[in-house]
C-alpha cells in the first residue's frame, strides 16, 4: 500500500485529504506543520508528499527545499495560491506538480498515481545513452556529466530519458507532459521548470545551454 504524507495546517482539509485517499487505497499520514512534516518523513519515509504552502512557520517553499535536499521523494503541492509566480517557485524549489485547492481526488490519486510510475525504471534498447560528456544509463538511473555522477528527481531523471531516446528531435511541451506526467492536459509550467532545473544540473551555463536546447515556437530537443 502506497504511503502518503499530508502537511496541511487547516484540520478540515488535511482530514478531508486524508479520508478520501483512504478511500482511494492509500496508507495516510499527516501533519500540520512543516516541522512535523520533515521530522515524520525522515523517521518513517512517505512514497509521496502532499504540501500546503501557506503553513506555520517554516512556509511549503523551505520544506519543499528540505524535502528535497533529504531524497527524491515525489511532491505535489496542494494550495489555494494559483498566482503564477507561486506555482513556479514551488516547482523551481523541487516541487513535482502543483494542484490548486479545491481538489478533485479522483485527480488527485490519478496524479499520484503517475508519480509512483514515474519512479520505476526507464527501459531502453541501449544500456547508455551518450550526448558528448553526458551519459545516461536508464536501467541503472543514473546520470554523469563527464563521469561525475549527477543528481536528478525521479521527474528530472524520466524527462532527460524521453529526450534522449528521442535525440535531435523536437519534442513539444504536450508532448512531454503525455510522456512524462501522463497528463492529456496539463499546465505547460511543469515542463519549462523541469527543463530549467534540468539544465542546471547538466550544463556548464544554464543560460547559454548546447546539450538540452529551446527550439522557438515548437518545444525541446536534446542535441548530441
Do not use: N
Not at 544540473?201 to 518545444?219: F, H, N, Q, W
Amino acid at each position: 500500500m502506497a504511503g502518503v504524507l499530508v502537511i496541511e495546517d487547516d484540520d478540515r482539509i488535511r482530514l478531508s485529504l486524508m479520508l478520501a485517499l483512504e478511500d482511494e487505497g492509500y496508507s495516510v499520514r499527516g501533519v500540520s506543520s512543516a516541522e512535523d512534516g520533515l521530522l515524520a518523513q525522515r523517521a518513517e519515509p512517505a512514497d509521496t508528499v502532499l504540501v500546503d504552502l501557506m503553513l506555520p512557520g517554516v512556509d511549503g517553499f523551505e520544506c519543499i527545499r528540505q524535502l528535497r535536499r533529504d531524497d527524491d521523494v515525489p511532491i505535489v503541492v496542494v494550495s489555494a495560491r494559483d498566482d503564477t509566480h507561486d506555482i513556479v517557485a514551488a516547482l523551481e524549489a523541487g516541487a513535482d506538480d502543483y494542484l490548486v485547492k479545491p481538489v478533485a481526488v479522483k485527480e488527485l490519486s490519478a496524479r499520484l498515481r503517475a508519480l509512483r510510475r514515474r519512479g520505476r525504471a526507464v527501459l531502453s534498447a541501449v544500456s547508455t545513452l551518450v550526448f558528448g560528456d553526458l551519459e545516461i544509463l536508464p536501467e541503472a538511473g543514473e546520470v554523469r556529466v563527464a563521469g561525475a555522477p549527477v543528481a536528478l528527481t525521479r521527474t528530472e531523471f524520466r524527462l532527460l530519458c524521453e529526450l534522449a531516446e528521442h535525440p535531435g528531435l523536437v519534442l513539444t511541451r504536450q508532448q512531454l507532459l503525455q510522456r512524462v506526467w501522463e497528463y492529456d492536459v496539463g499546465d505547460e509550467r511543469l515542463v519549462d521548470v523541469h527543463i530549467g532545473r534540468l539544465r542546471q544540473k547538466i550544463e556548464d551555463d544554464s543560460r547559454a545551454p548546447r546539450r538540452l536546447v529551446t527550439v522557438r515556437g515548437m518545444g525541446y530537443k536534446l542535441a548530441r
